[in-house]
């Protein structure tokens, strides 16, 4: 298993295997999100308080989940190559900062849009926006760091050590709408979620669809960092040689 890990490790594999796998994760992508889409738009019923103006939801729910989702996935990845020096584990942590912190203003945005019918405001101080705002913050600065060092190694040090110390404010959204009284309605999904079946079902379909698409984002973006890192190695100038012939 080790000697897989260490294989799969290498720059050259990686990079092949994120090419292999960048059309597994797009077709699968578009299908769900089509289908999702339908789903959502044509085949889920109208909310008997809030109407169509709920259907926002299924970009809202699956973008804030992915939003945390991504933060673990990236203080994990930067934690492992923070411990046991593996440069791939590193490139993901690195890449799946902007694909989070876009995940997390499409959360934000679509709640404020939902929050002003909803609550008469655009932005309210409450507790699951302020920390989901928090997570925009700990992504931003994520990034900052990355950039703040000419020596990737260190960059990479500095900046899993900000996303491990980070996923405190993982819990606290999750939380929040538990621990304060909040404004914000509770989970949308499990115990308490939504009933009908049609609406979980489109709920479900575009989670899957993020979740392909920020495996697709990742496959794409860690190609280009890892042909940036090895842009000396020459299997890169090979590579490069037959993509330009």
Same mark, same amino acid.
């Given at each position: 298993m080790w000697k897989w890990i260490q294989r799969q490790a290498s720059p050259k594999v990686f990079y092949s295997t994120c090419t292999r796998l960048i059309p597994w994760f797009f077709w699968p992508f578009i299908s769900f999100l089509i289908i999702g889409l339908y789903w959502s738009l044509v085949v889920s019923p109208a909310d008997y308080q809030q109407g169509d103006g709920y259907r926002i939801i299924f970009i809202h729910v699956p973008?804030?989940?992915?939003?945390?989702?991504v933060y673990a996935v990236m203080a994990i990845a930067g934690g492992i190559g923070l411990i046991w020096q593996i440069k791939m584990a590193e490139?993901?942590?690195?890449? &799946? =900062?902007?694909?989070?912190?876009?995940?997390?203003?499409? !959360?934000?945005?679509?709640? @404020? +849009?939902?929050?002003?019918?909803?609550?008469?405001?655009?932005?309210?101080?409450?507790a699951r926006l302020t920390s989901e705002l928090v997570?925009?913050?700990?992504?931003?600065?994520?990034?900052?760091?990355? &950039? =703040?060092?000419?020596?990737?190694?260190?960059?990479?040090? !500095?900046?899993?050590?900000? @996303? +491990?110390?980070g996923l405190i404010n993982l819990p606290i959204i999750h939380y929040s709408v538990v621990w304060w009284n909040t404004l914000h309605q509770g989970y949308s999904v499990g115990t308490g979620g939504i009933k009908d079946p049609d609406m979980q079902i489109a709920l479900a379909l575009m989670f899957v669809a993020s979740i392909f698409l920020y495996a697709l984002y990742v496959s794409i973006k860690a190609r280009t960092e890892v042909l940036v890192r090895e842009q000396n190695s020459r299997w890169v100038q090979e590579e490069v040689r037959s993509l330009v012939s």
């Open positions: 973008s804030a989940i992915l939003s945390m989702m490139v993901v942590a690195k890449v &799946s =900062a902007p694909i989070g912190a876009g995940f997390t203003i499409i !959360a934000l945005a679509t709640g @404020a +849009i939902w929050g002003k019918p909803m609550w008469g405001a655009w932005w309210v101080w409450d997570l925009l913050f700990l992504y931003l600065a994520y990034m900052s760091l990355n &950039s =703040a060092f000419d020596n990737p190694k260190t960059a990479a040090k !500095a900046s899993s050590i900000l @996303a +491990i110390v």
